[in-house]
C-alpha cells in the first residue's frame, strides 16, 4: 500500500500517498493508513499535518490508487519534526 495515490470521493481531491500505516497488534489488523503533511518551505519550517485516514473510511483499494471517504476532522498535528517546532506558538 505504501506510494499508492490517496483520493478523496467526496469531492475528488488528490489527498497524497500513503507513507505509513497503523497497526492493531493484538487484532493483526491495519487501524488506519497515514500521509505525512506536505513541507513548508522545502523543509525548512518543517511539515503541514499529517493525515489519518481510518480504515473504515477507505473505499477501494486499487493497482495505483486508493478511493477514501475523507473528512477533514482526522488531521493530527506532529510535533518535532524540521524547524517547525521552534517557530510554533504554543
Request: aromatic residues 8%; charged residues 30%.
Given at each position: ?37 506536505r513541507l513548508r518551505c ?10 489519518i485516514i481510518k480504515w ?35
Amino acid at each position: 500500500m505504501r506510494h499508492k495515490e490517496v483520493i478523496n470521493v467526496k469531492d475528488g481531491t488528490r489527498i497524497g500517498c500513503v507513507c505509513d500505516v497503523e497497526i492493531d497488534t493484538v487484532d493483526a489488523r491495519v487501524i488506519a493508513i497515514v500521509i505525512y503533511g506536505r513541507l513548508r518551505c522545502f523543509g525548512l519550517l518543517g511539515r503541514e499535518d499529517d493525515i489519518i485516514i481510518k480504515w473504515q473510511d477507505i473505499q477501494v483499494i486499487g493497482d495505483d490508487t486508493i478511493l477514501v471517504s475523507y473528512n477533514n476532522c482526522c488531521r493530527i498535528k506532529k510535533r518535532g519534526r524540521g524547524f517547525g517546532g521552534f517557530f510554533s506558538n504554543n
